[in-house]
C-alpha cells in the first residue's frame, strides 16, 4: 500500500489531497507461517472487523439490558465506542483493526446490510394502518413534526455549515436541503424501537400506546418522503457544483423527480402484479421456491441500483421494492429467512461506521457549538411541546399527554441514516454529527425512567369476590383467560370450553391471550388482530399463527352457543410475561387463568418442551396470579375439537383428596357434570387407620404444617369445609346419572397409586387441586422424584411418562388470598415477591417421610 500526496492550486488556495493505492490482490493471506499478517489482507481484516463489532453490541446489549434500555442505544452506543471518540484514540488499535484501506469494504457491507434491512421494513409496513389511523393520532404525528421544522427553519442560518452559505437563488436551494435533513432527523420517531418500550412499559394495549403506535407510523413515512425530497436536492446541487452552469440547475431536479415517480409507478404497476403472479403460481400450503427467493433477493439489489442511479439513494428502491411486494407467504417466508442474518449480522457495520464518523473530540465547544447544541434541545422540547398541546387539544390527561411528547422522541436507525446520508450529502458538518448522534443516544436513554416516573397510571383495578370458580355464582357469567403459546394449543383450550357448560344462565366470556416473547425482532411487534379484516395476509410467521388462532376462537364463537371470545396479544419478555397475565386477569375480573402446560405430546406419545421459558412463565403465575389457575397438560384431550363429531362424550375423573385446591377442582368439575357431553366421576380418597394416628401424631406440628406458599390452615376448619363441598356436590348430582361419587380408603402414597392406576382406560381428563400448603400420608413419597413440582404430587404422577395412562391432566390452584391486601397487590413479604425456584425449594424441602402435595 501507498500513500500519494497531491497539492494544487485553486484560486491562489492550496488543497492537500490523499490517494490511497494498495495492491488489489490482497484479499486472503498465506497464514502466519508463510510471513503474512493476515490484518495486511482484506478478507481476514473484514472478518475480524465484523466479529469485534458484532462481540462489542452484544457486550453493550448485555450491561444495558437491567436498565431496560432498547437494542438501539447498545448498538449506537457500540459503534461510538469502537470510533475515533473511544478506543480509536488509541493509534495502534485504530491503525490495526480500522485502518483506512478498509473503510470501504466496511461501507459497501453496511450499506449492503441496510439496503436489506430497509427492504424488510417495507416488506412489514402495512399501508392500510395509515388509512385506519384515527384522526387524533394523525394531527399528533403532524404537530410534532410541524413545529421542530419550523424551529429548525428559523436557525438555519446558524447551523449551517461555512460551505453551503451561499448567495441568491442557491441559498434558498441548501437552506431548503439542511431544513429537510436536520428537520427529519429531530422530528422522526423510531417506530420499532418504540414499540419495544411501549412493551417494556406494559403500555402496548393501553390507549396511550396505540395512540402512540398510530401517529409514529404516520410519522415515519412523512420522514421518508421528506427525506427523499432532500436527496434529491442534495444530489441536483452537488451536479451544479460539479461544473453544471447554473441556469441548468433545475434539470436534474425535473429528471429526479420524473425518473423516481416513474420508478414508483413502475413498482406499483408492474412488480406488483408480477409478483402476485409469482404467488399465486405457488401451491397453497408448499415452501417458496429457491428460485422465487433468489429472484427477490436480486431484485432488492436492482432496484437499490436503478433509484441511486436515478440520484435518489439506493435505501429508496429496496425500501419501495419491499413496500409492493404482497403479504403472504412469499413476504412471510423472505422475513424468516432474513431478518435475523440483517439485524443480527449485517446492521451492526453500520451502527459501527456511523460510530466512526462520531468524532466527540471534533466538538470545538466554541460559542457556535453551544447554540447549536441549545437550538438541539429546542427542537427536542418544540416536538415534546406540540404532542403535548395536540393531546390536551383531544381531551387526555396531563400526563398521558407528555409522557405521549416523550415517547414521540423515541430515536433509532431511522435518525441514524439521515444523519449518515445527510453526512455524505455534505449537509452536515462532524461536529453537528457527532452533537446529533449524542443527543440520539441521550434522549432516546431518559425515555424510560422519565416516563416510568411521570406516568403512574392508577390502578384501575377494584377488588372484586369471585376470583375463584368455587364463588362464581352459578347464574352469573363465568370469565375465564386462557393462555396460548401457539396454534397447537388452540383445540385443547377450546375442548376444555366445551366441557366448561356454557348455558344461558351461566355464559362464559373468554379472553385468549396469546404470549409472544419480547425480542429484538421487529416482526413480533407487528401483531395486530385487525390485519386480518384489513383484508391482507400476515406479513410473517408470528402473525400468521396469530391469525390462525383468532379464526379458530372466532369459528368455535360462531358455533358454540353461549360463548363469547375476545382474542389479545401480550408482548413481553417471558421473564415478566407473568406481569402481563396477572394483570389483565384482574383487570377483566376473571375468576380462573388456564396454561398451557410446558411440555407438549410428540408423535410416538412422548412429552418434550419445546421452550423451557414456558416453565417459567406457568411458574410466576401461580406465584402470582390474583385468581384460581390451572395448568392443562394435553395428552389428547385437543383431539377432541378437531374430531367429526365435536361434541362426543368426555368421561372426566376428579381426584380429592383436601384443601382450597381440591375444593377449587371439584367446584369446576360441577360446572361441567352439567353438560349432557360429559360423564363425571369423582374419587375421594379417605385416610385409613394408620392415615388418622399420623394425623393425630402430627396434629401440633405448625411448623411442618405452615406450608410452602405461605398457606396457613385450621385443621378443623379445613376437614369442615372439604365436608361442606363434598355434601354439596352429592346433592346438586344426586338426579345426574352420569355423575359417580366413590370412596377410597388408603394409608400411603403406594396404595394411592395403586388405586389410580386400577381405574379404567376410559376417561379423557383429569382434574386435580395442586395441593399448596397441605401435608398428608395418602401421598407420601410420591415428591421424591418429582419432575414438575408446580403440579402437585398427583399432577405431577398423572403427567409423567411412566404412568401407564397417558390422559390429559387440568391441575387447579384455588386462589387463597394469602399476602393480598386490599386490590390485590402482594405485600413484599408474601409468596408472590418470592422467587418461583425458590418456592418450589421450599417446596421440596419439606419433610418427605410423611410426603406432600
Known amino acids: 500500500m501507498s500513500l500519494i500526496n497531491i497539492s494544487f492550486a485553486d484560486n491562489g488556495a492550496t488543497t492537500q489531497t490523499f490517494v490511497i493505492c494498495y495492491s488489489p490482490s490482497l484479499i486472503t493471506s498465506n497464514g502466519f507461517f508463510q510471513g503474512d499478517n493476515p490484518l495486511d489482507f482484506a478478507l481476514p481484516l473484514f472478518i475480524l472487523q465484523l466479529a469485534t463489532i458484532v462481540l462489542m453490541i452484544r457486550v453493550f446489549v448485555y450491561l444495558l439490558k437491567p436498565f431496560r434500555q432498547p437494542r438501539v442505544i447498545a448498538e449506537i452506543f457500540g459503534g461510538v465506542i469502537l470510533g475515533p471518540s473511544v478506543l480509536g484514540r488509541i493509534e495502534e488499535f485504530s491503525d490495526r483493526l480500522f485502518p483506512i484501506r478498509s473503510i470501504m469494504v466496511l461501507e459497501t457491507m453496511a450499506n449492503i446490510g441496510l439496503l436489506y434491512y430497509l427492504f424488510l421494513v417495507g416488506l412489514e409496513m402495512d399501508l392500510s394502518i395509515i388509512r385506519r389511523t384515527g384522526k387524533k393520532s394523525l394531527v399528533v404525528a403532524v404537530a410534532g413534526m410541524a413545529l421542530p421544522f419550523l424551529v429548525a427553519a428559523a436557525a438555519s442560518s446558524k447551523l449551517m455549515p461555512p460551505h453551503m452559505h451561499h448567495k441568491g437563488r442557491e441559498e434558498m436551494l441548501d437552506k431548503t436541503i439542511f431544513i429537510l435533513f436536520f428537520g427529519v432527523a429531530i422530528s422522526v420517531t423510531a417506530f420499532p424501537v ?100 433468489c429472484l427477490i433477493l436480486t431484485g432488492v439489489m436492482l432496484c437499490g441500483f436503478i433509484t441511486d442511479s436515478i440520484g435518489t439513494h439506493s435505501i429508496f428502491g429496496a425500501f419501495m421494492f419491499g413496500l409492493v411486494i404482497p403479504n403472504g407467504p412469499l413476504g412471510s417466508n423472505m422475513i424468516e429467512k432474513l431478518e435475523d442474518f440483517v439485524s443480527g449480522l449485517l446492521l451492526p457495520l453500520f451502527f459501527a461506521i456511523s460510530g466512526l464518523r462520531t468524532n466527540v473530540s471534533s466538538m470545538t465547544y466554541s460559542a457556535d457549538w453551544i447554540w447549536t447544541l441549545i437550538i438541539l434541545i429546542l427542537c427536542s422540547l418544540a416536538k415534546i411541546g406540540a404532542t403535548f398541546l395536540t393531546a390536551v387539544f383531544y381531551e387526555m390527561p396531563t400526563r398521558d399527554g407528555f409522557a405521549l411528547g416523550l415517547l414521540m422522541n423515541t430515536k433509532g436507525l431511522i435518525e441514524m441514516i439521515v444523519l449518515n446520508v445527510g453526512r455524505d450529502q455534505k449537509v452536515l458538518n462532524d461536529e453537528i454529527f457527532a452533537l446529533m448522534v449524542i443527543i440520539a443516544i441521550l434522549t432516546t436513554a431518559v425515555i424510560i425512567p422519565t416516563v416510568t416516573a411521570v406516568y403512574r397510571p392508577g390502578r384501575r383495578f377494584v377488588a372484586y369476590k369471585r376470583r375463584t370458580i368455587q364463588k362464581s355464582k352459578p347464574d352469573a357469567e363465568l370469565r375465564l383467560l386462557a393462555c396460548i403459546h401457539n396454534p397447537r394449543n388452540v383445540p385443547t383450550a377450546i375442548s376444555l370450553l366445551d366441557i366448561s357448560h356454557p348455558n344461558k344462565k351461566s355464559p362464559i366470556y373468554v379472553y385468549a391471550l396469546q404470549l409472544v416473547e419480547l425480542t429484538g425482532r421487529a416482526s413480533a411487534m407487528l401483531i395486530v388482530h385487525n390485519t386480518r379484516k384489513s383484508g391482507r395476509p400476515a406479513v410473517n410467521r408470528t402473525q400468521a399463527q396469530s391469525d390462525q388462532i383468532v379464526t379458530a376462537f372466532e369459528i368455535y364463537e360462531q358455533h358454540a352457543a353461549f360463548v363469547s371470545v375476545q382474542p389479545l396479544t401480550a408482548i413481553s419478555p417471558y421473564s415478566t410475561m407473568h406481569e402481563d397475565i396477572c394483570n389483565l386477569a384482574e383487570e377483566k375480573r376473571v375468576s380462573m387463568i388456564v396454561v398451557p402446560f410446558h411440555k407438549q405430546q410428540t408423535i410416538d406419545g412422548e412429552m418434550e418442551a419445546p421452550n423451557p421459558a414456558f416453565r417459567t412463565v406457568n411458574q410466576n403465575v401461580l406465584a402470582n396470579a390474583p385468581c384460581s389457575v390451572g395448568i392443562l397438560v394435553d395428552r389428547g384431550l385437543g383431539a377432541s375439537a378437531r374430531t367429526t363429531n365435536p361434541h362426543g362424550a368426555h368421561h372426566i375423573v376428579v381426584i380429592f383428596f383436601s384443601g382450597p385446591d381440591d375444593r377449587e377442582a371439584l367446584a369446576y368439575a360441577l360446572r361441567m357434570s352439567d353438560s349432557p357431553h360429559v360423564s363425571l366421576t369423582v374419587l375421594r380418597f379417605i385416610p385409613g387407620d394408620d ?82 400448603g397441605m401435608i398428608t400420608p395418602l401421598t407420601a413419597g410420591l415428591t421424591d422424584w418429582s419432575e414438575c413440582p408446580e403440579l402437585g404430587a398427583i399432577g405431577d404422577l398423572l403427567a409423567s411418562a411412566d404412568f401407564s395412562l397417558a390422559v390429559s391432566v387440568l391441575v387447579v390452584q384455588q386462589y387463597v388470598g394469602m399476602g393480598i391486601q386490599g386490590d390485590g397487590v402482594a405485600t413484599p413479604d408474601s409468596p408472590a415477591q418470592q422467587q418461583p425456584d425458590q418456592q418450589f425449594d421450599q417446596l421440596m424441602s419439606m419433610p418427605r417421610n410423611h410426603g406432600s402435595r
Not at 728 to 748: A, C, G, H, K, W
Request: hydrophobic share 40%; glycine share 8%.
Open 194 to 293: 418504540l414499540a419495544r418500550i411501549l412493551a417494556e412499559l406494559k403500555l402496548l394495549g393501553t390507549d396511550l400506546g396505540k395512540i402512540a403506535m398510530s401517529s409514529a407510523i404516520v410519522n415515519d413515512m412523512l420522514a421518508w418522503i421528506l427525506l427523499g425530497m432532500g436527496i434529491a436536492l442534495a444530489e441536483c446541487r452537488n451536479v451544479a457544483e460539479h461544473g453544471k452552469e447554473h441556469k441548468n440547475t433545475d434539470i436534474p431536479l425535473y429528471w429526479v423527480v420524473i425518473l423516481s415517480t416513474a420508478f414508483v409507478g413502475f413498482c406499483i404497476f408492474v412488480l406488483r402484479p408480477g409478483i402476485g403472479w409469482l404467488i399465486r403460481r405457488t401451491p397453497e400450503g408448499e415452501a417458496v421456491s429457491d428460485f422465487h427467493t
Open 691 to 772: 392415615a388418622k394416628g399420623w394425623f393425630k401424631r402430627h396434629e401440633n406440628d405448625s411448623s411442618a404444617d405452615s406450608g410452602t406458599l405461605g398457606v396457613v390452615t385450621d385443621k378443623e376448619k379445613e376437614r369442615q369445609m372439604d365436608e361442606d363441598s363434598i355434601s354439596d356436590f352429592i346433592l346438586r348430582t344426586r338426579d345426574n346419572d352420569s355423575v359417580v361419587y366413590t370412596e377410597s380408603v388408603t394409608n400411603n402414597g403406594e396404595e394411592t397409586v395403586s388405586t389410580i392406576r386400577s381405574m379404567d382406560n376410559i376417561h379423557d381428563l383429569y382434574i386435580v387441586g395442586r395441593g399448596q
